[in-house]
């Protein structure tokens, strides 16, 4: 017979440490947390050997004194949580970043920590030291000279040889330290953050003063880069008490992994599915499955509305309303995108202008002087301007385009963004002049953005065309999955799937959308449950009309290789401007190209 023992307080502290801080990332998010708890306003991290051999966080928050420095690595002992009315403590209103008080003692467990701490208002510096679990007493040390914390982790999991194995090379543990500094950072732009990694700079952020959109967008372009600020559109809605802000991507401006959207609750950086679902489903509609947009979305709301306290690191929450979150992530996305128009990436430009910089030019002398401009001299005279510049050799100048009827004469107006129709180039692409550039125009891409949008109207005009099934599907599912579906039968019903309830584990679909054709029924209805399941969301069938509805946009659409007139590529233009998202593809590409003059004229030493 077995017998039932209790663990030692050590394996004890150890195991609850292997919850808390899984990786040395996990200690720095623990510890910066507490400094920003404690009033820092300044935050410095030095990791060594990928965080492993040697980890410091300086902080100049509040301090602590001799008293509370000894409670601090005491195991569940913390000054965050707040007592209710009836005197118990209050896990529903929670406004700190910490409050379990298992950090330090986790970290102390399982590495030898040392803490320096000198309180506000006091001129004395007190340390205390765990090395593997065992606690030293609170002793002096040489003031620090300032309020502030200095906490001092080496040999992080000497403890714990076992988890220390599953560690992964240095460089990995570096990135993932910098990636957690980095959604920190974000949340708190009026923070200073400094990281060095084995004695170089990896991170250095002023604080960010001002309004609190500006502040987080100067310290997103500081983090994401400058291209992600020209990129970027605010976002900020609020209902029935939830509040959404933060800045989302054009989605022109696109990344290949999710790793570069930043969610925060109530100031917390989380990683939550229900979440990053509402994204994935606000950008369906612009983006390939394998594209994602760069985001920075800020979710605040009561503290009763959500549960911090549902895993141990604290990276993911539980809302009261997942469906008011979700939908008011989706339509706050969806309302920026459609206000951003027919606008595109910034970096198409750059890119393009990079392209068509010559390689190895070289600069031009002091006395250089441009020619005089092709495009202002009469038509006669251009043979003979081409003619000397190729030595007095006579040469038929013939440019490979067709000006629009209107094209010598139209003038750019204000109210036009895309321009005048100036030429077809090689019977794909629009050339037009607009008040201070030009813009580029695939002819293709940019009408089935059009003619997609078009039929997207009729389909939220008429409904989704349905088609009866002779005999109904029967689909067997878990009571979970099962209830998931029917709940959201009425959604199905608008996207063409009529679903009902077919005794107990089963349903039966009656409808699917005649646009999918031959469809594998039982496959779609699992793929829905899962989605349900991890998103709150049915994006597969979506996912799959939209497929459907920008496969017949593609062939309703002028194709490449047609040569337009001048009246039908003005016509496109002004057709882009009215469009909502004519600015990409259905794809997330680009639809046009815009060059400013100015930068057109640098590329020929003009400027």
């Not at 600069?363 to 007095?392: K, V």
Request: glycine content about 10%; overall charge negative.
């Amino acid at each position: 017979m077995s017998v039932i023992r209790r663990l030692s307080p050590g394996t004890v502290n150890r195991i609850a440490a292997g919850e808390v801080i899984e990786r040395p990332a996990a200690a720095v998010k623990e510890l910066v947390e507490n400094a920003l708890d404690a009033g820092a306003r300044r935050v410095i991290v030095t990791a060594e050997g990928g965080g492993l051999n040697r980890l410091v966080v300086d902080d100049d928050g509040r301090g602590m004194d001799a008293e509370t420095l000894a409670l601090a690595v005491e195991r569940h002992a913390t000054s965050k949580l707040p007592v209710d009315a009836a005197g118990e403590d209050d896990l529903l209103h929670i406004t700190t970043m910490g409050f379990r008080g298992e950090a330090l003692p986790s970290i102390g467990s399982i590495s030898r920590l040392t803490i320096t701490s000198q309180a506000e208002g006091e001129g004395d510096a007190w340390t205390i030291a765990v090395e593997g679990g065992e606690t030293s007493q609170v002793r002096p040390a040489p003031p620090l000279g300032r309020p502030g914390t200095r906490i001092e982790a080496r040999d992080l999991f000497y403890a714990t040889p076992a988890r220390l194995k599953f560690m992964k090379t240095e460089r990995a543990e570096d990135n993932a330290i910098a990636d957690m500094m980095k959604r920190i950072a974000l949340s708190r732009p009026d923070v200073a953050f400094q990281l060095m990694l084995d004695g170089r700079s990896r991170l250095n952020l002023a604080a960010e003063a001002g309004e609190e959109a500006l502040a987080r967008k100067a310290r997103m372009a500081a983090i994401l880069g400058r291209d992600f600020g020209d990129n970027a559109l605010e976002i900020d809605q609020e209902r029935e008490g939830v509040r959404v802000s933060g800045f989302a991507s054009l989605p022109t401006f696109n990344r290949g992994s999710v790793m570069h959207q930043y969610l925060f609750v109530n100031g917390r950086p989380v990683r939550d599915k229900l979440l990053n679902g509402a994204v994935r489903g606000a950008y369906q509609d612009f983006l390939a499955r394998d594209r994602h947009p760069v985001v920075a979305l800020f979710v605040d709301l009561e503290g009763g509305q959500v549960d911090v306290n549902v895993h141990p690191a604290k990276a993911e929450v539980r809302f009261r309303d997942a469906g008011l979150v979700r939908g008011l992530i989706v339509g706050a996305l969806r309302h920026a995108l459609a206000g951003a128009g027919h606008r595109a990436s910034t970096t198409v430009s750059g890119f393009a202008l990079g392209a068509a910089r010559p390689q190895g030019s070289q600069p031009m002398p002091p006395n250089y002087r441009p020619m005089q401009s092709w495009g202002a001299l009469p038509r006669s005279q251009f043979a003979e301007a081409a003619s000397s510049l190729l030595g007095g050799h006579s040469a038929r100048v013939e440019p490979d385009w067709q000006p629009g009827p209107e094209a010598e004469f139209a003038a750019p107006e204000p109210d036009r963004p895309l321009g005048v129709a100036r030429a077809q180039l090689h019977e794909t692409y629009v050339v037009a002049q607009t008040g201070d550039g030009i813009v580029i125009v695939d002819q293709h891409a940019a009408h089935e953005r059009l003619v997609y949008e078009k039929m997207k109207a009729a389909m939220a005009d008429r409904g989704v065309p349905k088609q009866s099934l002779l005999v109904p599907e029967i689909v067997e599912l878990d009571e979970a999955d099962l209830k998931r579906v029917l709940e959201r039968a009425g959604e199905l019903a608008e996207l063409g799937l009529a679903v009902e309830p077919f005794g107990p584990g089963a349903l039966a679909v009656r409808e699917v959308p005649a646009l999918l054709g031959k469809l594998d029924v039982q496959g779609l209805i699992r793929d829905l449950a899962d989605e349900l399941a991890e998103y709150d969301a049915a994006l597969s069938l979506k996912e799959k009309l939209e497929e459907v509805v920008g496969t017949m946009a593609c062939h309703g659409s002028v194709r490449s290789g047609r040569r337009l007139t001048g009246e039908e590529m003005n016509a496109l233009l002004r057709e882009m401007e009215a469009t909502p998202h004519s600015g990409q593809c259905n794809h997330g590409r680009p639809t046009y190209v815009e060059l400013k003059l100015k930068d057109i004229e640098r590329l020929f030493g003009r400027r």
